[in-house]
């Protein structure tokens, strides 16, 4: 917790140091998957990963620890609210050809009225009443301001009851 307001603090205060360099988007989503398969306790859910191309491997010009932090973030919230089902993440080429990265579940997903207020800080959505959510309410307003820091934006689509999508997008993505 008192690295996420640290992180968020440097953000705002435009004081985070960005370490840009080219690096293989592919090899760092794999890194993630095994680092979430033995992590994740839960076996009722699948973690995927998807891609373009099995040829071809996606590179950005970025932060790559802050593109990790990004991913790490979606993909936690998305085992935190999932109980049983798929979490999928990777990428793929929207219809005008941009590249655009995702972290997908079948979980409780989120209302129309709330998908903007959750990227807010200390924002946490009690969604039925029952089941207590772990969390400072800050992963999401923190990978918001890291994306838009990186160049990219992010939003997302969302059902709930059948699962949120998060997209997000950076400028320097390119498939090899």
Not at 8 to 33: C, G, P, R, W, Y
Not at 64 to 90: C, H, M, W
Not at 146 to 155: A, P, S, T
Request: aromatic share 10%; proline share 1%; hydrophobic share 45%.
């Amino acid at each position: 917790m008192i690295d996420d307001i640290l992180d968020l603090s440097k953000i705002e205060a435009q004081q985070m140091t960005l370490k840009l360099e080219d690096f293989n988007v592919d090899n760092l989503m794999t890194e993630l998957l095994t680092i979430f398969v033995h992590s994740n306790k839960n076996q009722k859910v699948e973690l995927r990963l998807s891609r373009i191309s099995e040829t071809q491997e996606l590179f950005v010009h970025a932060d790559r620890v802050r593109v990790k932090q990004i991913f790490i973030n979606l993909i936690s919230n998305a085992l935190k609210f999932t109980d049983s089902g798929f979490i999928e993440f990777g990428y793929f080429a929207n219809e005008q050809q941009q590249i655009v990265l995702f972290v997908c579940d079948s979980g409780i997903g989120i209302k129309v009225e709330h998908q903007q207020i959750i990227f807010d800080r200390f924002m946490k959505l009690n969604v039925d009443g029952t089941k207590v959510y772990r969390g400072t309410g800050l992963g999401l307003a923190i990978t918001k301001k890291l994306v838009e820091l990186l160049g990219g934006i992010i939003w997302l689509e969302s059902e709930p009851g059948k699962g949120t999508v998060f997209f997000f997008t950076f400028q320097s993505l390119e498939l090899r």
